[in-house]
């Protein structure tokens, strides 16, 4: 089990930026084996994946977000971020990072919640 603290959402017009934080502890202490993923939920939708990042940082993207977000991971810091740029207003989500391609039921952390509004 690990366990997941995501931080850096906020209130952004549409066209900002913002960057997403998530410390994730095991443990092993280190997360450099896992791959890891943000997730995001809007009200009444369920949880998609949004990115990922492998092992190995190997990248893919949901096709809403490809070409705007950027995920990246820190393996002495035990952080996994999430570039987002050029947002919209169906960004709009709490948004949650856990492992890929298979998430930790029991792992899911509070979330960031970001809202894209004029």
């Known amino acids: 089990q690990v366990q997941l603290v995501e931080s850096g959402g906020g209130l952004v017009q549409p066209g900002g930026s913002l960057t997403l934080s998530c410390v994730v502890s095991t443990a092993s202490g280190s997360v450099s084996s896992l791959g890891m993923g943000w997730y995001r939920q809007a009200p009444g939708t369920q949880r998609d994946l949004v990115a990922h990042i492998s092992a190995r940082a190997s990248t893919d993207y949901a096709g809403a977000v490809k070409g705007r977000f950027t995920i990246s991971r820190d393996n002495a810091k035990n952080t996994v971020y999430l570039q987002m740029n050029d947002l919209k207003l169906e960004d709009t989500a709490v948004y949650y990072c856990?492992?890929?391609?298979?998430?930790?039921?029991?792992?899911w952390g509070q979330g960031t919640q970001v809202t894209v509004s004029s």
């Open positions: 856990n492992r890929w391609p298979v998430p930790d039921f029991r792992s």
